[in-house]
């Protein structure tokens, strides 16, 4: 085999061999994503399951009637459920299938809401604005 034989292979050896890497480092991003997606839906599910477990096992708290006495605990109930909400909101807030549960445990707190005993400065900004959109009456705290 000439010189000029072998240092064709070579580079021919060479390309495959960046093309390979290439295609490697592609494949690992599309694994680490699909990876972080499978972890963020494991985890929303878990904050979901533990609040609907709340829910089940404390109907009382669950379901608030307007003019119901409030006690600390449907006050810590309605913390739950919205900081529940909050981290549904920052896994799958994306997601129009999660936005929908996001919604509907804040319309299941929006009594709450309204009363103006929200405290508003224990959550994100971002995710009071997003209350906000749903429950335009809310009042924070001051």
């Known amino acids: 085999m000439t010189d000029t034989k072998l240092g064709r292979w070579v580079q021919y050896a060479t390309i495959l061999g960046a093309i390979v890497t290439a295609g490697s480092m592609v494949f690992g991003v599309m694994t680490y994503r699909r990876t972080a997606e499978e972890q963020r839906q494991s985890m929303a599910l878990g904050v979901l399951q533990d609040y609907l477990r709340l829910s089940v096992e404390h109907p009382e708290l669950a379901s608030f009637e307007d003019g119901e006495r409030v006690d600390i605990r449907h006050a810590w109930f309605a913390a739950n459920a919205l900081f529940s909400a909050q981290t549904l ?19 299941d707190h929006a009594i ?17 604005r997003y209350i906000d959109a749903n429950v335009p009456t809310m009042k924070c705290a001051t």
């Open 89 to 107: 909101w920052k896994l799958e807030g994306h997601d129009p299938r999660w936005e929908r549960v996001i919604k509907a445990i804040i319309r």
């Open 112 to 128: 709450d809401l309204e009363k103006g005993d929200f405290a508003c400065d224990e959550y994100e900004p971002e995710f009071i």
